[in-house]
């Protein structure tokens, strides 16, 4: 690569410290930005919500007692599965031990400069000429502003951090309390009290679960084509979408009125950026980031890359495909397209799941079913060593084991057999 070059990473969680590992072995220059004091990002638990001490969002959804809602053994990165037999579905702490191993192993943990929170990032110089960052961070024990440049960016900030809250109408008229699963960290605060869920998603179905022992009665609302399988306690009772607030509940799409004392919403989050210039090119749409190329290079300025904004993912094995992509792109691996091909890959790629699939711009970085597709295209298009077909297989078994038995699909055990097969052992 010639002359040593700089990479600023932003985060320290799944993506940060895979982007940074990958980093240091072409030879970079790494300095990894974390607004916590640890590595490990959303798998960091914290009994705080709102602020921290130091008076910003509090970043972690994590909630007491979870379990990984995937088998281990698709959780791991390519190069460095997660250890320890007999158990699949792993409780954070563990998950949390595993990164911080990784970041250890790889010689990422002393770069990571912790408690520093990154204000503000903007290119200088223009992106059709040889350009670097600048990246202004705040450190927050000291109070101090500091100011670097860097040849390249990685975007890993997580997309778990910032509530989605939407509004319906009479919600202000509502006499109860309103929280999102952000917030949520044990379900204790819920004895005896009446509770609307509002989503179905990962942690709207395990949130329901779980408050249902304390609660009086909770309800479960969402627009899922069909409804979950799992058998919920008898206090929990499923409902579609709401319509709109009374002063002491909620009506719901099948004329059903029920009164409540929280409604919690589990309606997922908002992708923010908020440290990226407007010089950076990049804009956030219902959660629709562009213009990016394969979902992870800035195609305005293509020395920045995103790790893991795809989702209904694997997503250690999907984030270090994608940052090894953009190390052999930036690396001088293989030739960097034309701002025109990436521009035109992309729009080829969205019509494609906008109008023949029907996704909202939500989903435009949904992948499901889709992601066997995007491992090979990626892997493809670098000449990569593709992931394992067997790690899509599982992931769509464990994933609708999750709907159907919520209750105890966690209990299941598998082993990989092969690149191609896994087995149920319990």
């Given amino acids: 690569m010639g002359a040593k070059k700089r990479v600023a990473v932003i985060g320290a969680g799944t993506a940060g410290l895979c982007a940074a590992k990958h980093s240091i072995a072409a030879g970079m220059d790494v300095t990894v930005f974390e607004q916590m004091s640890q590595p490990g990002g959303t798998w960091v638990y914290s009994d705080d919500v709102g602020t921290d001490k130091f008076g910003l969002q509090v970043h972690t959804s994590m909630y007491r007692g979870l379990r990984t809602n995937l088998p281990k053994e698709i959780m791991g990165y390519p190069d460095f599965p997660i250890p320890g037999d007999g158990v699949s579905y792993i409780p954070a702490a563990e998950m949390l031990a595993f990164l911080q191993s990784y970041a250890k192993s790889f010689n990422v943990t002393s770069l990571i400069k912790f408690n520093h929170h990154v204000i503000r990032v903007r290119p200088l110089g223009q992106a059709t000429e040889p350009h670097t960052w600048e990246v202004m961070v705040k450190d927050m024990p000291n109070d101090e502003l500091l100011t670097q440049t860097f040849d390249f960016i990685f975007v890993c ?15 202000d008229d509502f006499r109860g309390r309103l929280t999102h699963s952000h917030d949520y960290r044990c379900p204790e605060p819920y004895k005896g009290q009446t509770v609307l869920v509002i989503g179905a998603g990962p942690s709207g179905m395990d949130i329901a679960y779980d408050i249902s022992k304390w609660a009086e009665r909770v309800t479960l609302s969402h627009h899922l084509p069909e409804p979950p ?15 709109k607030f009374t002063t002491d509940g909620m009506l719901f799409q099948d004329g059903v009125t029920e009164t409540f004392d929280v409604v919690l919403f589990c309606t997922g989050y908002r992708y923010t950026f908020p440290f990226l210039s407007v010089d950076c090119g990049i804009s956030v749409d219902q959660n629709f980031v562009q213009p990016l190329y394969k979902h992870c290079i800035n195609i305005n300025y293509p020395t920045m890359g995103f790790a893991g904004l795809p989702f209904y993912v694997c997503a250690c094995q999907m984030i270090d495909l994608q940052v090894r992509f953009c190390v052999k792109l930036w690396s001088g691996g293989m030739a960097m397209p034309s ?9 080829r790629e969205m019509e494609e799941r906008f109008q023949k699939r029907g996704y909202k711009k939500r989903h435009a970085h949904m992948m499901g079913p889709d992601q066997g597709k995007y491992y090979a295209d990626l892997a493809e298009c670098a000449g990569l060593v593709p992931l394992k077909p067997v790690i899509t297989k599982l992931h769509n078994e464990s994933s609708q084991k999750f709907l159907d038995d919520l209750t105890n699909f966690r209990n299941d055990v598998y082993e990989i057999v092969d690149d191609e097969t896994f087995i149920q052992v319990k």
């Fill in 229 to 243: 399988k799992t058998k919920f306690p008898p206090n929990v009772v499923q409902r579609p979408d709401p319509i």
């Fill in 339 to 347: 701002r025109q091909e990436m521009l035109e890959d992309t729009q």
């Fill in 157 to 171: 900030n997580g997309h778990y951090h910032t509530p989605y809250l939407p509004r319906y109408p009479g919600q």
